[in-house]
């Protein structure tokens, strides 16, 4: 197999009569796939279904210490799924409190609550000047809307095997005030599959920001997504290396059950030290006369413990698995050594991340569409949607089935490989 | 009977003598009873625990139009519960928001969007020199905590029979730019009992307001609460009320099932004009993926549509209906002609008003406490916690059985008299 750039223009030439060619037939065949968001499958969610006989009319609807879940009250969570939740992060119950049905909202509410009332008796940011945050791109789209959306500038900091650049991330915090948070996702990081060495984290930990109201945002929405069982990734629980580094409150955690029971109506959850958490249930009850408790304990019920859930979510694994490799098996057969792309082998999350040759992502992503293959947006992994080297391309293979994914994998070499083709002949 | 006021200064301190023998007795009975807050009794959860058999592992989890509600999408609610909803408040679906469990997280966010982005383009609150709202007083402690919050001033308006007094509402909007709200209960109103007249809604409708970002917080959480079939109070319909008066975006309308399905598990929305609608979900592609479809569906397949709640909150009434009897027979009994206390007897909703003489509702509240019965704090209902007469005493049948209803009530009179007896002698 030669390098695309080592072909001569006549060979590239007639490549590209033949990719064409094919690409024109894989157009007639009238595929329709959406790859844009990491959906749950639909058998994942059927997989959950048994949590509903957890409650019926004759259920009793009371935690353990006897308090009523139909009702107002508990604000702040039950205490049986704030164990829950806590074991998912490998934190203590009282330093979470579990909200909503995911953890989106709780990472705007976060941003707006500072926005609005600042940090522990801080400057709202609102009333700041500028107020930046430090982006780790490629990285997850959602979190870089919330801070577009209030205002904040953002400053893409490279992702490296081991995590964010430390050295970039040290540097910056260090000198500049008005960098107020950074986005993380330290576990089977959105899109790269990276997981944060023990060094990185203890670098964050450890880090000393000019502005004392500098959060983390620690998005851990992938803590026991393995996809195998002997192939698993483990980071270091922030919250405690935090108190360790004498940075007790520099660290907002996030986890949910959005991909592990229901996306549309899982659990989610925030953990940080007390100082944070009165300070958040300040604002809550004003906010909230308490999220749904009913739902809270559903989930109690049915998964148990933390070993329930993890057992449950071996069984995820096998249902993501296939898809992960049937992906993984057309870009090796199809890619490997053509110098026109590389790509992540993750061991855990929803998502495989491809980097193409520079300038060539949207075109690839634009090509796809056109077959029938919806992908998430190139540049929607970056700040503004802007890829600087237009190469990153996130792959999101939990919704389609392991055959349409089969299927939509080889129209996403054909496109990578077409538009390679014209890239460099127009060079 | 005779008024207090008449009585001789003997009398009085004979009476006095009397009253305090039977509140140490009171004391002696350990009561202890919670009607703070208008919760929702044991019995009224009870009535809907049939929603739990909705769905068991083998319903089928689709709406009418076939989208799954376990899966994230469908950001706005889903097309039966935006129906369900915008009946209870009586205008159209496509006028409506359904979220997530109660409808204090959408007003507050509300006041937050408004505060951190503006209203429909405009300047965000956060940035200007000051804000205020206007609160009808009595009102809801819960809406002043809000806008307190946010630093927002308030300013408060008396409430009358009809609603708020409209001179002074519309006085004080047409002159002063800063005034940017103004909260409402329109029917059954917490704690009056008040329904707006058509008058009062019309003169809301047909506001000149001088800020362009004016709203109207409509928080309309009693609309099917009726405790009697042949008493019932009916209002405008204020969204199709100031499209009519030129003012279509005014009004921002919220309702929620906390007190007709589940308190700590319900469903909320929020009504307004097409174009306050689209600037929300503008927001809420940055906050959310989505509330909790799944309760959405379940209530609606509970429910069914408005004619199945309606009757639903029939049977409700007729668990309310004799607390707000037990009460009022013993407020009748015990305080009619006395010239110590006049109270409401409302047609619907979840409070009785009460008002003492000036200057004396603290000090009854306290005298409740010490024998065991929690009211609502004296002031509550006020912007600030400040009751300018010390008068007002917001009563909350709802939680206790009609029985310990008649208990609470016997010592609530007997404070009232105790407290009277002692200002009249201070005098």
Redesign the interface.
């Known amino acids: 197999m030669k390098a695309y750039q080592e072909l001569s223009r006549e060979e590239l030439l007639e490549l590209q009569k033949e990719l064409s060619a094919a690409y024109e037939d894989a157009k007639g065949k009238g595929l329709k796939l959406d790859m844009s ?1 990491g ?2 499958s ?1 058998a994942q ?1 059927d997989m ?6 957890v ?5 009793d ?1 009371k935690t353990e210490a006897g308090v ?6 508990l604000m702040d969570g039950i205490p049986e799924a704030k164990k829950l939740m806590a074991d998912i992060m490998g934190v203590s119950p009282e330093n979470v409190i579990v909200c ?3 953890s ?2 709780i990472m ?1 509410d976060s941003v ?1 609550r500072c ?3 600042g940090v522990l008796g801080g400057t ?1 940011w ?2 700041l000047e500028k107020v930046k945050f430090l982006c780790p791109a490629p990285g997850y789209d ?1 979190h870089f ?2 801070t577009e ?2 205002g904040i500038e953002m400053i893409t900091v490279p992702m490296t095997p081991e995590g964010p650049d430390m050295d970039i991330v040290e540097k910056l915090v260090a000198e500049d005030e008005s960098i107020k948070g950074i986005w993380c996702v330290p576990k089977y990081a959105n899109p790269t599959g990276v997981s944060y060495s023990d060094e990185t984290v203890r670098r964050f930990a450890a880090l000393k920001p000019a502005a004392k109201d500098f959060r983390i945002f620690w998005d851990n929405a992938y803590a026991i997504h393995h996809l195998y069982d002997d192939r698993q990734d483990e980071i270091l629980e922030i919250l405690s290396e935090c108190e360790k580094a004498g940075n007790p409150d520099m660290v907002y955690e996030f986890c949910s059950t ?1 991909k592990i029971s ?4 899982g659990v989610a959850a925030v953990a940080s030290s007390k100082a944070n958490l009165d300070n958040i249930r300040k ?1 809550m ?11 809270q304990l559903r989930h109690v019920r049915y998964y148990k413990n933390i070993d329930g859930m993890r057992a449950h979510m071996r069984k995820h694994a096998d249902l993501i698995r296939p898809k992960f490799e049937a992906v993984l098996a057309v870009l090796n057969r199809e890619l490997a050594g053509l110098g026109i792309g590389t790509w992540t082998n993750p061991n855990g999350g929803y998502f495989i991340s491809f980097d193409a040759m520079e300038g060539c992502a949207k075109a690839i992503v634009a090509k796809c569409k056109e077959a029938g293959v919806v992908m998430t947006g190139a540049g929607a992994t970056f700040p503004y949607g802007k890829d600087p080297k237009d190469s990153n391309i996130r792959i999101a293979p939990s919704f389609p089935t392991p055959e349409e994914m089969a299927q939509a994998a080889d129209l996403f070499v054909l496109c990578v490989k077409l538009v390679s083709v014209e890239k460099l002949l127009a060079q």
Request: hydrophobic residues 35%; aromatic residues 8%.
């Open positions: 968001r959906k749950p639909i969610l959950v279904m048994d949590i509903m006989d409650f019926t009319s004759q259920s609807m009523d879940v139909r009702n107002s009250g909503g049905n995911a989106l909202p705007y707006s926005m609005t009332h709202p609102c009333k959602r809307a919330i959306h209030f959005s229901f996306a549309g109506g604002s009850t004003i906010q909230t006369i308490g999220y749904d408790k009913i739902n």
